[in-house]
């Protein structure tokens, strides 16, 4: 079990979050139950999921959290680029989004990787 609010993962995702909810203030109120309530839904999933997968007993538990969080963000930077090429955000505040949720991404992918290593090594060591 981890303390997830140490996670850099976590504390990442959460700063995004406030970001996203930032950016949704910007969108144009006809959005307020599309686009908006997507983008907000998919930004609290990423750092919830974290939460609730540092709960789990197994790495690989964990790792399935992970991988709904990566779907997440996925999901979010999609809506971001649509918001831009909608001109409902600038390019310069598209791009700086996109580049936070992709640094998420490769943090959680080797997050992912450290854990599958240490699942690798118990089961190495029980096999000693």
């Known amino acids: ?6 996670l850099n993962i976590w504390i990442k995702s959460m700063e995004l979050v406030k970001d996203i909810y930032l950016l949704t203030n910007l969108l144009p109120d006809r959005e307020r139950f599309g686009m908006i309530s997507q983008m907000q839904r998919a930004a609290i999933s990423v750092p919830a999921n974290i939460a609730e997968g540092s709960a789990k007993s ?3 538990d964990f790792c399935r959290f992970l991988e709904i969080s990566t779907g997440s963000l996925f999901e979010l930077e999609t809506f971001v680029i649509l918001a ?6 600038d390019l310069e505040k598209s791009i700086i989004i996109q580049q936070k949720i992709n640094e998420i991404q ?3 992918f080797g997050f992912k990787q450290k854990i599958n290593q240490n ?3 118990n089961q190495q060591n029980l096999k000693s």
Do not use: A, V
């Open 1 to 6: 079990m981890h303390n997830f609010k140490q």
């Open 58 to 60: 197994s790495g690989k």
């Open 84 to 89: 831009e090429n909608l001109k409902y955000i």
């Open 106 to 108: 490769k943090m959680i």
């Open 119 to 121: 699942i690798s090594q």
